[in-house]
């Protein structure tokens, strides 16, 4: 929760598990509005630590997605959601776009602030 009250505004939050945590941290972070982030570790198991693939993890997820009342993005969706593609020409460019706080500038102390 406090990685959440910290998040920059507009910050996509993704959650990610492994093994026997998958489907309760899956089932947590879409309640809470996260994209979780599935079928991607080599150690694919159930809750019940029965071997589970990829596909399975995915097909799991969009069904506990369905019955929570959330859409799942598609491919297109998901790169805009998180900006694939996007380039910027600059550090603080790329930070601005993102909602986070520009870098400190030489002699500035305290916290960065965003303009207003």
Partial sequence: MNLI???ADGICITSESLLRN??????MSL???FHPR????????DQRDNRMTSVQQ????VRVANELGREIASGKE???????GTWYDSINETLAANGMAPNRQPGVRGVPLRAA
Avoid: H, K, S, W
Avoid at 58 to 61: E, L, S, W
């Fill in 31 to 33: 309640a809470m509005g």
């Fill in 58 to 61: 995915v097909q799991q997820c």
């Fill in 38 to 45: 599935v079928g991607t570790e080599d150690t694919l198991t």
């Fill in 22 to 27: 998958v489907l309760p941290l899956n089932m």
């Fill in 5 to 7: 009250q910290r998040a």
């Fill in 78 to 84: 998901a790169r805009e959601i998180y900006r694939i």
